[in-house]
Every structure is written in C-alpha cells, then in structure tokens.
C-alpha cells in the first residue's frame, strides 16, 4: 500500500479544512415576535433555506427584538450588521413611500394578485429596483390575503361609526384613507396593541389576519370585529438580504434561496387561509360580534382609497411607478378573469386611474 507524503497529507488535510469553513454563515432576524404568529412565515422560508442549500449557506434566525428592535431591522441590514431580515415592506415608507404598494394596498390587489404580478408581471424587480436604492436585495416568500379589520370595543357597522375613533392602522395611504373618513391613526408595533387596548390609549386597532389576531390575544380586550379588512386588501412579506452578502454567494446558492422564496410564497398563502378560517371560529367561540360593511359602503371605500392612492402616488414617481405597474396588471389580467368568472381569481377591482398614474411615473 502506496504511503502518502508527509507535506501532501499536510496539504490535503488544509484543503478539507478550506473547503469545510468556505460555508457561508448568515445571521437573520424578523420584525415579528415570537407571539405574533406572522414569524411562522420567516422561519418556515429559513428551514427550506437551509435545506435547499445544503453545506453552502447556514442561516441562524433570531425572532424579532432578540437583536435589535423591529423598526431597526431595516437598518442593520441595510449596514451589514446582519446579512437578512424578514419584514413587511410598508414598515419603511418613511425612507419613500413606493414601500407600501409593496407591502399592501387599500381595496386593491388580493393575495392572489400579488403572486400573479410578482412571479409573471415584473412585480419582482420592481421590489429589487426599490429596495437596491438602499443596497439590499429582496425575495418576496409570504403573502396572505386581506386582513381582519378593526377590532374595537365600540361597534362598527357604518363610516359614521369611525368618527373621532383613534385606531392603530399601519399603512400610509391607509391612515390617510382613515382620516378621511374621521378617524385618526395610531402607529405603534404589533406587541404593543394588546396593552394599549386593554388600558384604552386607542379605541380600537387592526394588526393581521384573524389567526395572527387570535394569537395576538385581540379577543380578551374587544368585543367588537368589523369586517371586511378594507384597509389592507392583502400583504406582503419577504426577506431584505444585505447585496455585498447576496453577492458573495454562489449562484446556485442565490438561486436555491429564490426557489425557497418561491415555494414559501405559495406555502404562506395556503397555511394562513386554513389558520384564518380556524381562527374567525375560535372569534365566535369567544363571543366577538361580527358585523360587515354593505356593498355599498364598500363601493364608496373603493372611490376614496382610488382618490387617495392617486394623490399619494402623484407625491413620489417611484410610488408611480409601482402603482402604475400594478394597474396595468389589473387592466391586462382582467381580459381572462373578467371571461371566466365566476370560476377566476378574485375579482377586478375598478381602481385608480390609470392614465394619472402613468404622468407621474414619468416625472
């Protein structure tokens, strides 16, 4: 039996060693605490990131707060103190407002049509063209479908009932929706709601699906649910990853973390729908009276939000721009949904104007 060198064995033995510590290893955390049953979405794309790209990537997740607090997320990634963060986009619209089409939209798009734009209308890039002003890349991996409504101790049935109510309501274009209507926005983090409820700082709130209400304990502090979510028609969530990071990654291990947010995606959507209709049971079960706007007043919510979005948009050309991109999604996939209703996707929205919208993207 042939020896092997004393130097080679030296040398191959510092090769493996090369080769062991060449795995990239990523520090990740969420916007979300470990309440808030949103962070299932964060740690389900991590488990099939770490699955999918085997010994070239190892990312360790931290739930939200547990590294820096959540409106900071943005920032370490942004710097590199950590390579990814999850997030919902409309939490950065103070640094430009094109973040809150990307995160939600007032009586607009279903979750259904975020995926549709996303995957096959160039949804995707235009996530990538905003958050690449601030050096990040961004994969979409969540999305549910609209949100609960608010949840209040006063019950709501008419647009009168929201007059002088201070709500929690994230959302630019939503709180100016909400003050139009005579009501006044509140801001605060989802781990805040419970108490301010309880002690009545604000007299009502909205935060997520009714799963991620429950789990937020909603039903021990109000009595009261209106439905639908108009505010929030749908969201997104995804993950900002650090570009000098994304960079230093092989390009099958950026492609394996695509295909993760990919599946995710689709994934999110089909575990929060089963999780929000247990959970709308589990409200009765509690005793919340459910009560929901007539289809009038959701056709008068639509004019409004159209207006607002119009004016908000026409504020920033990159906010035009993603609007604009979004209508010509609707106007496109409305020939095929219009056709095959009711057996389609979710209905065709009649939103803002088109043409208005297009002017100022082009500024």
Not at 10 to 30: C, D, H, R
Not at 78 to 89: K, M, V, Y
Not at 143 to 153: A, D, H, K, L, P
Request: net charge negative; with cysteine; glycine share 10%.
């Amino acid at each position: 039996m042939k020896t092997i060198p004393m130097m080679t064995a030296a040398a191959l033995s510092l090769g493996m060693a090369s080769a062991a510590v060449a795995q990239e290893s990523w520090t990740m955390t969420t916007t979300w605490p470990t309440s808030l049953e949103l962070i299932e979405i964060d740690k389900h794309f991590v488990e099939l990131a770490n699955k999918l790209t085997g010994d070239d990537l190892s990312i360790e997740f931290f739930e939200g707060g547990a590294l820096v607090p959540a409106g900071e997320v943005f920032g370490a990634v942004e710097s590199g103190t950590i390579q990814a963060g999850g997030d919902w986009p409309g939490y950065w619209a103070g640094r430009n407002s094109a973040f809150s089409p990307l995160a939600t939209t007032a009586s607009l798009f279903n979750a259904v049509d975020y995926v549709n734009w996303i995957q096959q209308w160039g949804g995707a890039e235009i996530y990538n063209e905003i958050y690449g002003k601030f050096g990040m890349v961004y994969l979409p991996y969540g999305v549910t479908n609209n949100e609960s409504g608010f949840r209040t101790n006063k019950k709501i049935e008419t647009l009168d009932d929201l007059q002088g109510m201070r709500l929690r309501l994230s959302g630019l274009e939503q709180g100016r929706l909400l003050e139009e209507l005579g009501g006044s926005q509140v801001s605060m983090a989802g781990g805040e709601i419970y108490q301010s409820l309880e002690r009545g700082v604000i007299d009502g709130a909205e935060f997520s699906t009714p799963n991620v209400d429950f789990s937020g304990g909603f039903q021990q502090v109000t009595k009261f649910w209106a439905t639908p979510g108009w505010h929030q028609s749908a969201s997104v969530f995804g993950v900002m990853i650090n570009k000098d990071s994304w960079d230093a990654l092989k390009p099958e291990t950026r492609e394996m973390l695509q295909v993760a947010a990919d599946a995710n995606l689709i994934w999110s959507l089909a575990f929060t729908e089963k999780r929000a209709t247990e959970a709308y049971q589990q409200f009765k079960d509690a005793g919340i009276e459910i009560t929901r706007y007539d289809d009038a007043t959701l056709e008068k919510i639509q004019v409004m939000a159209n207006g607002v979005i119009e004016t908000t948009a026409c504020e920033n050309p990159d906010s035009a721009m993603v609007y604009l991109s979004m209508m010509e999604y609707l106007g496109d996939y409305a020939k095929w949904r219009d056709a095959s209703a009711p057996f389609n996707l979710g209905r065709t929205p009649n939103g803002p104007d088109i043409e208005k919208l297009r002017a100022c993207a082009a500024q």
